[in-house]
């Protein structure tokens, strides 16, 4: 403990200091500095090549109802469904198909990132 001139005492602690009057005064705070280098590359997008990667991922949905293939690699089953589909509900014409494909991102030039 410390005195002040007009004789009030003064307590400081570790990061905290007090003043006359008793109002506690705040250590500056240092402010951490984050470096980073950012590299500008050219990239390529191409289909996924990962052998377990499928090429397409086909699905149907009839318009009419909420029935839906099963999501297919081959599109001829979900074309096969809707063949079917129509045959047991003839005024179910309508189908949305979409279609998932797997994708890469790459550096060109065979940089890495």
Same mark, same amino acid.
């Given at each position: 403990?410390?005195?002040?001139?007009?004789?009030?005492?003064?307590?400081?602690?570790? $990061?905290?200091?007090?003043?006359?009057?008793? =109002?506690?005064?705040?250590?500056?705070?240092?402010? #951490?500095?984050? =470096?980073?280098?950012?590299?500008?590359?050219? !990239?390529? @997008?191409?289909?996924? *090549?990962?052998?377990? #990667?499928?090429?397409?991922?086909?699905?149907?949905? %009839?318009?009419? %109802?909420?029935?839906?293939?099963?999501?297919?690699?081959?599109?001829?089953? /979900?074309?096969? !469904? /809707?063949?079917?589909?129509? $045959?047991?509900?003839?005024?179910?014409?309508?189908?949305?198909?979409?279609?998932? =494909?797997? !994708?890469? @991102? /790459?550096? *060109?030039? $065979?940089?890495?990132?």
């Amino acid at each position: 403990m410390g005195r002040t001139a007009g004789g009030s005492t003064t307590a400081q602690s570790p $990061g905290r200091s007090e003043r006359a009057g008793g =109002r506690a005064q705040r250590p500056q705070q240092e402010r #951490a500095v984050t =470096r980073s280098v950012f590299r500008y590359l050219r !990239w390529t @997008m191409a289909p996924e *090549t990962a052998p377990e #990667a499928p090429e397409m991922v086909h699905e149907l949905e %009839c318009m009419s %109802c909420d029935a839906a293939a099963d999501p297919s690699e081959e599109f001829e089953t /979900a074309r096969d !469904w /809707a063949f079917s589909h129509t $045959g047991q509900h003839p005024s179910h014409r309508g189908y949305r198909e979409t279609v998932t =494909r797997f !994708w890469r @991102m /790459a550096p *060109t030039g $065979g940089e890495r990132p």
